[in-house]
Nanobody, 126 residues
Framework: QVELAESGGGEVEAGGSLRLSCATS????????MGWFRQRPGKPRMGVAA??????ISYTDSVKGRFTISRDDKNILYLQMNNLKPEDTAMYYC?????????????????????WGQGVQVTVVS
């Protein structure tokens, strides 16, 4: 079992930055990939970024060059979000999976990903 807990959300003006964090616990040795999904109002959950223990990193096109996913030696997952846009407004979820590679996690569907955090709200105002 793997537990995930997001933090760092909030409200920011367009063009600003936020960094999301995801604290992890449990059987982390079994995890192959970790990543971030988001759900905009009235839309389905979509993958944003993911990384795996083989060194693979994957981003959805709309955030390339603006968002950076990383993981530190304390097994905290981060999502650095720069140049935020109103369309980035969403609930952001930290995810983990024991079997999928990063590109598969990022491309979804969300139903295939095993572990989910509770989510954190990000609101970008213009």
């Amino acid at each position: 079992q793997v537990e995930l807990a997001e933090s760092g959300g909030g409200e920011v003006e367009a063009g600003g930055s936020l960094r999301l964090s995801c604290a992890t616990s449990g059987n982390l040795d079994s995890v192959r990939s970790m990543g971030w999904f988001r759900q905009r109002p009235g839309k389905p959950r979509m993958g944003v970024a993911a990384l795996d223990r083989d060194g693979g990193i994957s981003y959805t096109d709309s955030v390339k060059g603006r968002f950076t996913i990383s993981r530190d030696d304390k097994n905290i997952l981060y999502l650095q979000m720069n140049n935020l846009k109103p369309e980035d407004t969403a609930m952001y979820y930290c995810v983990a999976d024991r079997f999928l590679r990063s590109s598969t996690v990022e491309r979804g569907p969300p139903s295939q990903v095993e572990y989910w955090g509770q989510g954190v709200q990000v609101t970008v105002v213009s």
